[in-house]
């Protein structure tokens, strides 16, 4: 993490202004590095602690898949390891600053901002800052490749 970092959270990831050089052996973060699947492995809520997610499914994953046309598409199963969600999104690097937004095909308008925390061949950790009327909260979310 850089000594510069500042966030503040919309949903899915975070926005931040901070540096871009990469720690801890990471890759560039860059397009090209994002594509793919990364499965959802879970996170952390206001620096509590770590947090797996439940995947319904043993054998599927619930996962993010970013395309290098600009769509990301989230792809959930359900406990009988069908693949009953597809929820397509549109996704933009500026930096390290991931933002992503609803395609025209859904009725609600949003766009979630994040700060890519770090990135490697195996690991992505995207962070959130949430204000809402209850308060400010960080929320962190880990996603690895298998």
């Known amino acids: 993490m850089c000594s510069n970092e500042k966030s503040y959270y919309i949903g899915f990831v975070v926005l931040s202004a901070a540096c871009t050089n990469n720690d801890n052996n990471g890759l560039a973060i860059n397009s090209q590095n994002l594509l793919g ?13 770590f947090e797996n997610y ?32 597809v929820e397509p999104s549109l996704w933009v690097l500026n930096g390290n600053i991931l933002t992503v937004s609803n395609t025209n ?23 959130q800052t949430v204000i809402e009327p209850e308060g400010t909260f960080v929320v962190k979310t880990t996603f690895t490749r298998d």
């Open 37 to 49: 699947k990364w499965y959802i492995k879970g996170g952390t809520y206001d620096n509590g602690p």
């Open 105 to 127: 095909f859904d009725p609600i308008i949003y766009e979630y901002v994040y700060t890519i925390e770090k990135l490697t061949s195996e690991e992505l950790i995207v962070k």
């Open 54 to 85: 439940n995947h319904d499914c043993a054998t599927n994953k619930d996962f993010q898949e970013f395309f290098d046309n600009g769509e990301l598409t989230f792809n959930g199963f359900n406990s009988a390891c069908e693949l009953t969600e």
